[in-house]
């Protein structure tokens, strides 16, 4: 049987979604991918944490995509025969109501067999009306008092379990986005000291935040009328209830005493958006052995014993042949055209320079920039060399754009699929994010700058060797080195409108895919397998989750 030191615990790590694996379906995205590569980097460092987060009974959702192009959502039910149930449970109040609080535990393995908890929080029990049994129903409820319900739960709830079950000596709430923002009121209660300032200078020691968002709309906004009556014991903090709304950002960088932002861009914006605050930055990091595939964990174990247990040690990648390094990706492409054929029956070919774009499906990422000029692609094609792409993602059920663009991409597929072949792998998930992070040639990221946070995808595929071709946001304004990790798209810096920019940046991708990069990987075999290893000893030594939780240590833990 494994024992947790609880005594021991000291960080407490709060985040909407925690993924972990494809078993368990309780998450959407980036940030759950970002949550639990943490915590596995926790696990392998033998940091005392421990995790929170909610149980979500049909998880996000699985994507089907018909022949019109058009998403299906349907709910993606899970076993929780991963999950154990524990016997500790709380309440919290919402309005006039007691809800009862569960929680089921999951156990991350380090590779040294050090192991970090994630408590999963249900609702789902006999004695809760119906409106808050159903809270675990989906992940992100659109409704607003649904989802400021669930944040309670997260939040208020996720505190007062962790007594429960007996972590009674945590001195840092690791708070991820907004959603988590009502911890800090828990904590607020929870003092012991007389005075209100003493009580939020207490709550601010124990608070540190990240913010994950560049854009004024991505931050959780509630009325004041809403949040009083769902929770009557907010304090009294006129500044922070300006304009008769609850900022949930606004919330926990109030209480927080360290904030910081995912890349170093990411952290200009969000003191733009969040003025008076100090705010620093982290950029976010992959946890290396998640998201190295078979053949390249084969390589290293070879090559670079140490890569596991030290990622800073991949820069030692030069002492691996470049043909090895081919060969490995060789593999890793078949595997990942394997599945294609078998999921859908298009045969692509593995000597074929391939395109790889796999994100959330929104208007700013710009994910048919690709084909803004199909004549031009399409010329491209039959000149500089041969091109299949492999596109997958899904668009929020709530997001009719990002639907619209999934559609316009399925019909692009079928209209030219005599002159180019396009792929679109439904259900994206972390086995096919796998797959398309290790089995592509080249990752395309195309957000319209500056409304990536950071992105992390690139960074997966730089663990495998895949160089990056992006616009200049987020984290590859870090990772970006001409020729050696990969080729920018554009400029940082513009005044163009967005149609005079999406023209300037897709007139950019064309010229460089012709001249520089399709040459250099048709034509300049040597060159391209040692960008490749440039890729794996810059940015996969750099940006991983084991560098980025030691900067927490470093800056906001201690």
């Known amino acids: 049987m494994i024992s947790i030191d609880k005594d021991s615990t000291k960080i407490a790590y709060f985040s909407m979604e925690i993924a972990i694996n494809n078993q368990i379906k309780s998450y959407a995205g980036g940030l759950g991918v970002l949550a639990g590569d ?4 926790a696990a392998d460092l033998k940091i005392p944490m421990v995790g929170i ?7 996000y959702f699985k994507q089907k995509i018909n022949r019109e192009g058009e998403q299906i959502e349907l709910p993606d039910k899970f076993n929780y025969r991963y999950l154990k149930k524990t ?19 999951y156990l991350i393995k380090g590779y040294s067999n050090y192991y970090i908890p994630i408590y999963f929080l249900d609702t789902n029990i006999a004695g809760n009306k119906t409106k808050y049994r159903c809270l675990n129903s989906r992940l992100y409820g659109i409704e607003p008092t649904y989802r400021l319900m669930q944040e309670i739960i997260l939040g208020r709830g996720g505190v007062k379990i962790l007594s429960e079950l007996g972590y009674h000596n945590i001195r840092k709430y690791h708070l991820n986005e907004g959603h988590t923002a009502l911890a800090t009121i828990e904590l607020f209660h929870q003092s012991l000291v007389k005075s209100k300032q003493a009580k939020i200078k207490e709550v601010r020691h124990k608070c540190v935040f990240t913010t994950h968002t560049p854009t004024k709309a991505g931050h959780d906004v509630f009325s004041l009328s809403l949040a009083k009556s769902l929770q009557h014991d907010l304090p009294h903090i006129p500044e922070l209830f300006k304009n008769d709304e609850l900022n949930m950002t606004k919330l926990a960088l109030y209480f927080s005493s360290y904030v910081n932002g995912v890349a170093r861009s990411h952290q200009e914006i969000s003191k733009k958006l969040f003025p008076g605050y100090c705010i620093y930055s982290i950029t976010n990091g992959v946890h290396s052995a998640t998201w190295t595939a078979p053949e390249f964990q084969k390589l290293f174990n070879k090559y670079i014993p140490t890569w596991r247990e030290c990622s800073l040690s991949l820069r030692n990648v030069f002492s691996i042949p470049t043909s090895e390094i081919w060969e490995a990706h060789q593999q890793a492409k078949a595997r990942l055209l394997n599945y294609i054929y078998k999921k859908q029956g298009i045969k692509l070919d593995v000597n074929v320079f391939t395109l790889g774009f796999a994100r959330r499906f929104t208007g700013y990422k710009r994910s048919t ?6 004549n031009e692609l399409l010329r491209i094609n039959r000149t500089a060399g041969p091109i299949q792409i492999v596109y997958a993602g899904k668009a929020h059920p709530d997001d009719d754009n990002g639907k619209e663009l999934i559609k316009e991409i399925i019909k692009i597929k079928e209209q030219y699929k005599k002159e180019i072949k396009i792929v679109f792998l439904e259900n994206y998930d972390m086995n096919i994010a796998k797959l398309m992070t290790a089995g592509v040639d080249v990752w395309l990221n195309t957000p319209l700058p500056p409304n990536e946070a950071s992105g992390t995808s690139g960074m997966k595929a730089a663990h495998n060797g895949v160089p990056h071709f992006s616009t200049l946001d987020g984290w590859w304004i870090e990772g970006f080195v001409n020729r050696k990790t990969g080729w920018a798209i554009g400029e940082r810096r513009n005044t163009l409108d967005p149609k005079q920019l999406n023209k300037r940046d897709a007139d950019n991708l064309y010229n460089k895919l012709e001249t520089r990069i399709l040459p250099r990987y048709y034509h300049s075999p040597d060159n391209w397998r040692e960008t490749m290893r440039y890729t794996i000893a810059i940015n996969a030594s750099f940006f991983n989750s084991e560098r980025m939780l030691q900067q927490y240590i470093q800056s906001a833990y201690l």
Do not use: C, H, P
């Open 38 to 41: 943490t915590l596995k980097s």
């Open 53 to 59: 987060t909610l149980l979500n009974r049909y998880g």
């Open 87 to 105: 016997r500790a449970v709380t309440q919290v109040k919402i309005g006039e109501d007691i809800v009862k609080i569960r929680a089921w535990e």
């Open 369 to 374: 920039l690709l084909f803004y000029d199909m």
